[in-house]
């Protein structure tokens, strides 16, 4: 029997930003994947106090969870080191602490097991995410907007990304989270933004849509912040402060905007994907804000067939970064038992780097 049609089973970890995660994925012969366990352990306590990751607090968790993590996700699966058939890592992008953790935790589990070793790029394991969930074939178009990455992607293989787009400054996520800070909201600001939205009326307040009107699939989210703030300041002078009513709207609107600037960047990606690939493809969500109900509606009137893996999974696991490597490994890849890590690793090295890039991690 080929390599690539026999069933494989892949130990993945994941250490880039705030979760540490483990997870085993098995792949079939078909090509279909399945989830024996899904660990996360995630460090929001630890940060809460300084409204934002810190590198270092959260490299040291990682390196304390990782390999109980990792002992968590194989007994989950009910299996041992011994039923694997290889180890996967996020090597980057992300910062730089919670990397070395992950990748020296790995190596040493492959080398103590005599294990092949995959470092994984994780914004591979996010793109590939909706096949390990849904099947999608490839290609298709993903958007992947969390809370340090946004960018559009043509997915046409488990090493071919084309960038379509991406934003110049803030992710998505990030400004959700800037927001619910202006509003006095706690972290993470998506859901909380979320919920005060839900009951706001949007058109309560007027907020641009920056970079829509220009051609592309570019984007940028951080003018957008900085009009939330101005319009609260304006608003809470005459009101005589932030009341609950403002707060409301004020998310809403700012929901709206971010709804907007992503579905019709979506919309414009699939017709430059059409062009190139001479039909259109469909449409995939990752990243924590593919969570926003709004937006998920939004993006679904783009695409009524769009792929939107369930939240767990559009959020950082370490079940996508098995799967990128069992995707890669039945695509022939090489193991290297001396992944190195890479704090900036674009997927698409083809592509010029974006403006602003780099400020938590590549973000375009
Ligand atoms: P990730 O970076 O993929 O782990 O996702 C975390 C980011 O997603 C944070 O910036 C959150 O604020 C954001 N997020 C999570 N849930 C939602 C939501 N319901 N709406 C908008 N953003 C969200
Ligand atoms: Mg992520």
Redesign the pocket.
Known sequence: MPATTRPAVVLGLESS???TAAAVVRRAGDGSGEILSNVVIGQADLHAAYGGVVPEVAARAHAEMLDIAAERALDGAGLSLSDIGGVAVTAGPGLVGGLFAGVMTARGIAAGAGLPLYGINHLAG?ALSPRLTDGIAFPYVLLLA????CQILLVEGPEAFTRLGGTIDD????A??KV?RLMGLP?????A??AEAASGDPSGVELPRPLLERPGCDMSFSGLKTAVSRARDGAAASAGGLTAGLRRNLCAAF?RAVTEILSVKCARALDAARERLGRRPRLAV????A???E?RSALREVDAGMVAPP?DL???NGAMIAWAALERIAAGAVPDASVAVRPRWPLDSASPPMLGAGKRGAKA
Not at 146 to 149: A, C, F, L, P, Y
Not at 171 to 174: F, L, V
Not at 187 to 191: E, L
């Open positions: 930003c705030d979760d996010h969390s809370g340090g990455h992710a998505p996520g990030e959700f989270d619910a972290q993470p600001g998506g859901p933004v979320e929901q990752a990243g924590g804000v969570a926003n109900r937006i939240p559009c959020t950082d």
